[in-house]
């Protein structure tokens, strides 16, 4: 591709993208386009009716990541903002006994499943702090609080937890049955407090963080989990939601952890440098008017569980809290948008587009939530081309010649948010998408997390104005780093 090929569709993209000299970027994007060229989600998903409950649910939902696995010992034991759960813990399973009434909301090591911290707490307290920082409301002049638990079961795939059935049809599956059951106890509790208050109440979110089962490649294609999860999705708010709170108007909304544990397999895996789940979750948000990708989980640490013979597929109990407050800062910034009856913004820093623009450069737009995009490799360990790859159509690295397979010569930062990718020769006619996060075929499998495996170094400036205090006291910048992700080049 050469500059005779420029088309007014370059023209259209640097002229948006690009500003004079210093190539300053436009606002970041909430609608855009996809791969491409097709038309991003249903964007216009607005107000609703949606009004603030005095107690709101948040329900974390998944697989082993969402019930704690790894967070031996918990360490959030004190609630201070009035949050609740079951009697049981969050973890109730599905015990009778564990769900008769509502106690203040803490981590603990017991109930149902493996694990310690879940997260919970400090997404429920994260949203109370969000609110008092960012509309200087003290805690005790806020009008809303929270409930949270976690419906997640280890170790299941996503059809686990679908009901696969026509919408008025309230079966499915196992996980669903118990979903159901969990969510029916909650909302009676939440029914009962607030008819003893006078007051309302509402199901605000739910979470997901799943996807390590079906990246072995065993049980679902790309296509069938995105499906699978936007049918899950749906199926909340038609049999559930709008069965258990017919007095709600809106949606819930739904907040998606990427997974990003796929090499973890092995090379010998189908999934290895191939997060397909990952990708799919992404798909599902895009199409989606009600679900947002949150950020990318190879940001934190994970549990080395090497001496149990397993690869590295749970977050350490730091982690688990640290993924709580990330949903914290998505849900108080989408109810921001719901309150003004805007579009639901994208949370995370995404690809949206790699443009040729000559014979040996690229211009790549991402959306940018918050200040500008930033190369980093303190925190998250560095990784060839900042997780920027060029491949084909077959999905294999183009290289740069015999001997060579990195056809990336150097990444720079032009505008707020684009990037500029030069090339070590010109980009061959089969170069066809541009990817990143995907992981390096050269480094050791059955590693994940921020010190190896899929990943990159693409993040933006939220951390600068905003700090995760950890259980130590120190504090960790909350950047949103860039999703696993791909993008036609055009």
């Keep these: 591709m050469n500059d005779d090929d420029a088309s007014t569709l370059r023209r259209d993209f640097l002229r948006q993208g690009l500003a004079t000299l210093g190539c300053l970027g436009v606002a970041g994007v909430t609608g855009g386009w996809l791969p491409g060229g097709a038309a991003r989600a249903a964007d216009a998903s607005r107000g609703e009716g949606f009004v603030r409950a005095r107690r709101e649910l948040i329900m974390f939902h998944g697989q082993s990541n969402a019930v704690g696995t790894g967070g031996n010992p918990a360490l959030t034991l004190q609630e201070i903002y009035a949050n609740v759960t079951f009697n049981g813990g969050v973890r109730p399973g599905t015990d009778p006994a564990a769900m008769t009434s509502l106690v203040p909301l803490v981590e603990y090591d017991g109930g149902h499943g493996t694990g310690g911290e879940v997260g919970t707490n400090a997404c429920a307290d994260g949203l109370v702090e969000y609110a008092a920082a960012s509309a200087g409301i003290p805690f005790a002049a806020q009008f809303s609080q ?144 009600s679900m947002r990708m949150v950020n990318p989980q190879y940001l934190f640490d994970y549990f080395d569980e090497s001496a149990l013979g397993q690869p590295m597929l749970h977050l350490t109990n730091e982690s688990h809290r640290w993924q709580g407050r990330y949903f914290a800062r998505a849900i108080h910034q989408l109810i921001q948008d719901r309150l003004a009856g805007a579009p639901l913004r994208r949370p995370a820093v995404d690809l949206i587009s790699a443009m040729a623009w000559g014979a040996r450069t690229l211009f790549v737009k991402f959306n940018v939530p918050t200040g500008g995009l930033v190369l980093d490799t303190t925190w998250v360990a560095p990784t060839r081309n900042y997780g920027l790859d060029i491949r084909d159509a077959g999905n294999a690295i183009v290289p740069a010649g015999i001997g060579d397979d990195n056809l990336i010569a150097d990444v720079m930062v032009v505008g707020r948010d684009m990037l500029r990718i030069t090339l070590k020769t010109e980009l061959p006619d089969t170069a066809t998408k541009l990817t990143v996060g995907w992981g390096d075929p050269a480094e050791p499998a059955s590693v994940a997390g921020r010190i190896g495996g899929p990943r990159s170094n693409i ?32």
């Design 146 to 289: 929270y409930s949270a638990f976690t419906s997640a079961e280890g170790g299941r795939p996503i059809g686990y937890f679908s009901s696969f059935l026509d919408d008025s049809n309230l079966g499915g599956y196992q996980g669903w049955t118990n979903s159901q059951i969990r969510l029916r106890n909650m909302i009676a509790l939440m029914r009962a407090e607030a008819t003893a208050r006078t007051a309302n109440f509402s199901w605000l979110a739910t979470t997901w963080q799943q996807g390590e089962t079906d990246s072995t490649g065993l049980t679902e294609t790309r296509s069938s989990y995105a499906s699978k999860l936007t049918r899950l999705e749906r199926a909340h708010w038609l049999k559930l939601c709008q069965v258990l709170i017919p007095e709600q108007a809106w949606r819930p909304l739904w907040l998606v952890a990427q997974v990003c544990s796929h090499n973890s397999y092995g090379s010998g895996s189908m999934a290895f440098c191939n997060p397909f789940i990952a990708l799919a979750q992404r798909d599902a948000c895009l199409a989606s008017a």
């Design 459 to 490: 993040r933006d400036s939220a951390g600068d104005a905003d700090v995760y205090t950890a259980s130590d006291g120190t504090l960790r910048p909350m950047h949103n780093y860039a999703l696993v992700g791909e993008t036609d080049i055009l």
